[in-house]
């Protein structure tokens, strides 16, 4: 295998790695800032205790999240040299206020939530409590602008005296900013982390109830954390919904992929698993019109004409004007003549909305994997629609004082933590395998995107971090086992 | 604002979050001193929960250091981190034991047992602010790179930077001039962390092994940074002329150092700090040395920033082929996106303002051993 694969596996395997631990940060963090705003406000020692509990799981998983967070900054430029070139000057930008915002609020606050109880007053404990969550929800707004922009590349333009994605005008951060894929993937993101650590919650305590440990603990926590899943999954089934419109729109291979549709068309069926289809609803879905035209694999490949009546070329057109982009601009940097230089400027102009095209091979490169896109889909959806029913059952079984009777469900609800993982990771095998082969949505595939490596250093390297990873994954559930064992002490 | 005034002022914010991130490794420097035999347990768990309130920021400089290189200087990024790969990847691991051994090092169920994750802690404490000294020193003398940025269009071997040799980064474990800035960091870091150790800590028996430790320490580091120093004014460095075009001068950081009184002064103050806490340390009763050395630390590392980037110099030469060397100039971020991130820079001095306050609010107890008994929340 080559160092683009080789290279493709390191970082993918970080970034599923680094979603381990995020989501679980994100969604705890919300679960305990509640319990300890209840004991602030209420003077009830109970939800301290409560909140010091989960606070201590909370710190075993956030030391993961912050070393494998520094790994994926780093791999940007070890890996994808090209990459941080061609995209720096965009990229860079969310990635330092992100480090300037968010994370010295992340550590700081964090540092006090520890070891503060004793120190700080219970005023101050609970603002640093809520603005470490905070700091990491914006240090994922910052990390998903940088992504969104990846996935939809808006407010740039290519300087052929640089050979870089500029930004366009200061005017330009906006549209960067307020990237409407930024945007939606930011609230998909973040409140699937708090379905995580909703279920997470509702989880662990169905283990002391079934234990018969810490019952009230156990059933003043489940429901905190069943109302926090819930208001999650709420939110994550509306943003999903705005980024099946935004890949119709900007990553219409991508749809394509994830749903298998090799052949698009207007009133376009969803398909629910090979064989079963609901007529009209993807085009219902994709562009919120049942008659919407929705372009399928072969459409994209061979060109076809757009909602708007736009005309997209064919693939093989794309890569023909991408080519003499490229061309135009070696001759443009290799010239000195003027005349000769405006000439392949002209040219350039004219093509270089495809330049990324012309590193492509043949046409058919940019087909994602469909069976890995369409399945993983799959997944997500059906498992976020099966946690979102056990967060509602155990929210009902708290509030009828019914999960005696319902062992089922408790033990549902544990399986249900697992599964909360796969489905994540689901989510984003969906987002990031199927906008393959671009690490920047038609301006840059991953060829052409990476360091100049050898396979085998980038293959030592991967090894290296594979193990690493297996050890700290192995002493991250072994210790949180031990706590959860162990349990509160009210 | 001019481009010229935006890319001076970013290569400022880039020195001085380096200068932070050495004055801040007194994190990895008082990890060093778990190795100190004569320490006992506690003792050590004293310097360890000391160190643990402190570590993420350091680590939180070193991430927001790195994102800002990229960000303002996106060239050295992809040229630096993609050509001496070996060199990051060494720091990162280093960075990423760290990171997790706090938290587990005292857990059952752990696998590596406690001594393991100091070992982590201590690899750190070694490495780090070597790697990060010989990476820098490599300013000064230059790496074997190439920048051709019409490669990208060459679909057989697109990449724009690329690295000369297969050490990548590791060759300059043998540019001895790059190694005495090497072990000079490292040097500095375990002063810096004996002298934090002794204003954080009550503990008699651990104030007179850090000041044993400082005393240890005078010796070697004068060495290293004399030497460094002096080789630095005296070498051929690497000028560019008005037109962009590098070429070698001799003494050119001499000359730049004379051309810049204020970097002169910088430097100067900066040493007189530095110099004045160790004896503070060492020869004094008094605990406040870290309130001397690190900001000493901040100018003096500025300093060498100053003399790397600024008065026409390449910051990030190239020894194989010079024309391909990293200036201010050639390898910053566009107008606009300096202009965008030179706003969000104003919000720096509220970020330290809280840093400090809340910094204040829990050092207002020094770490006694008590505490260390006591505390249910702790490393």
């Given amino acids: 295998m080559d160092v683009v694969i080789w290279s493709r596996i390191q970082f993918a395997m970080t970034a599923a790695y680094h979603w381990l631990f995020v989501p679980l940060t994100l969604g705890l963090a919300l679960a305990m800032a509640v319990m300890e705003t209840l004991y602030v406000v209420k003077k009830d020692p109970f939800w301290k205790k409560a909140a010091q509990f989960w606070i201590k799981l909370f710190a075993i998983n956030f030391a993961v999240g912050i070393a494998t967070g520094i790994i994926l900054e780093f791999e940007f430029g070890t890996n994808w040299s090209n990459y941080s070139w061609m995209v720096g000057d965009m990229f860079g930008a969310p990635l330092a206020i992100e480090g300037i915002l968010a994370f010295f609020m992340e550590a700081t606050f964090f540092a006090v939530m520890f070891f503060g109880w004793n120190k700080v007053s219970p005023k101050f404990h609970l603002a640093s409590t809520w603005l470490t969550g905070i700091g990491a929800t914006i240090s994922a707004y910052w990390i998903l602008v940088a992504n969104g922009w990846m996935q939809n590349p808006v407010g740039t333009t290519f300087n052929p005296d640089t050979v870089r994605s500029e930004m366009a005008s200061a005017a330009a951060f906006w549209e960067v900013i307020s990237n409407p894929v930024a945007v939606s993937k930011f609230c998909h993101a973040v409140t699937s982390g708090w379905v995580t650590g909703g279920i997470f919650v509702v989880g662990v305590s169905a283990w002391y109830l079934l234990k018969n440990r810490h019952v009230e603990f156990a059933k003043k926590s489940m429901l905190v954390g069943a109302i926090v899943g819930l208001v999650g999954s709420g939110a994550v089934m509306l943003s999903g919904d705005s980024s099946g419109v935004h890949a119709a729109e900007f990553q219409p291979m991508k749809l394509a992929a994830a749903e298998g549709l090799q052949d698009g068309g207007n009133g376009a069926a969803f398909t629910i698993v090979p064989g079963i289809k609901i007529p009209k609803m993807l085009s219902i879905l994709a562009t919120h019109d049942i008659n919407g035209f929705v372009p399928g694999i072969n459409d994209i490949l061979n060109g076809y004409t757009d909602n708007d009546g736009n005309v997209v070329p064919s693939v093989a057109e794309k890569m023909a004007m991408g080519r003499r982009a490229l061309d135009a601009l070696a001759v443009y940097r290799e010239n000195d003549d003027p005349t000769v230089k405006a000439d392949a400027l002209t040219i350039l102009n004219a093509n270089v909305q495809y330049m990324g095209y012309g590193h492509l091979e043949k046409p058919e490169d940019v087909v994602p994997p469909v069976g890995v896109v369409f399945w993983a889909f799959r997944f997500m959806i059906g498992l976020g629609m099966l946690i979102a029913l056990v967060l509602l059952l155990a929210l009902i079984g708290v509030w009828k004082d019914k999960l005696g009777a319902w062992t089922w469900l408790l033990w549902a609800a544990i399986a249900c933590i697992p599964l909360a993982y796969i489905c994540g990771q689901s989510g984003w095998v969906v987002a990031e395998v199927g906008r393959q082969p671009w690490t920047i949505q038609g301006l840059l595939p991953v060829n052409v995107a990476i360091s100049s490596l050898s396979a085998g250093a980038v293959k030592t390297t991967f090894f290296v971090f594979l193990a690493v990873f297996a050890l700290f994954l192995a002493i991250e559930i072994r210790i949180m086992i031990r706590a959860i064992h162990k349990g509160p002490e009210l | ?379």
């Fill in chain 2, 1 to 379: 604002m001019s481009y010229e005034f935006l890319q001076n002022y970013w290569w400022c914010l880039i020195a001085l979050l380096g200068g932070l991130l050495v004055a801040l490794m007194f994190v990895q420097g008082a990890n060093l001193h778990l190795g100190n035999r004569v320490l006992s347990d506690t003792q050590k768990r004293m310097i360890l929960n000391s160190t643990g309130r402190k570590w993420e920021l350091t680590f939180t400089t070193l991430v927001t250091f790195g994102g800002a290189f990229f960000a303002s200087f996106p060239l050295f990024y992809s040229t630096s981190f993609g050509g001496a790969y070996w060199v990051w990847v060494l720091l990162l691991i280093t960075f990423v034991f760290q990171a997790v051994a706090y938290e587990f090092q005292n857990k059952k169920g752990n696998l590596l047992g406690v001594k393991g994750f100091r070992i982590a802690l201590m690899a750190n404490g070694l490495l780090a602010p070597f790697l990060v000294g010989t990476a820098v020193g490599t300013f000064f003398t230059g790496s074997d790179f190439t920048v051709n940025k019409v490669a990208i269009t060459d679909p057989s071997a697109p990449v724009i930077s690329t690295w000369g040799n297969g050490w990548h980064g590791l060759e300059a474990l043998g540019q001895y001039h790059a190694i005495l800035l090497g072990c000079t960091v490292m040097l500095l870091a375990a002063i810096l962390g004996a002298l934090y150790v002794l204003n954080n800590i009550e503990d008699e028996g651990i104030h007179a092994q850090m000041r044993r430790a400082v005393k240890l320490a005078i010796g070697p580091f004068l060495f290293f940074f004399l030497s460094w120093t002096v080789m630095l004014l005296t070498k051929k460095g690497f000028a560019v002329d008005p037109e962009g075009v590098v070429f070698l001068e001799p003494f050119k950081y001499l000359h730049n150092l004379l051309a810049m009184p204020a970097v002169l002064v910088m430097l100067l103050v900066g040493v007189v700090l530095v110099l004045y806490s160790i004896w503070q340390g060492a020869f004094t009763e008094s605990r406040k040395g870290i309130w001397f050395a690190m900001p000493g630390t901040v100018l003096v590392v500025m300093s060498v920033f100053f003399l790397a980037g600024f008065n026409n110099t390449a910051y990030y030469p190239s020894c194989t082929d010079l024309q391909s060397s990293l200036t201010i100039r050639n390898s910053s971020s566009s107008y606009f996106t300096l202009q965008v991130m030179s706003w969000v820079s104003l919000l720096i001095p509220f970020v330290v303002a809280y840093i400090a306050y809340a910094w204040h609010q829990m050092d207002r107890k020094k770490i006694t051993a008590e505490e260390i008994m006591e505390e249910e929340h702790k490393y």
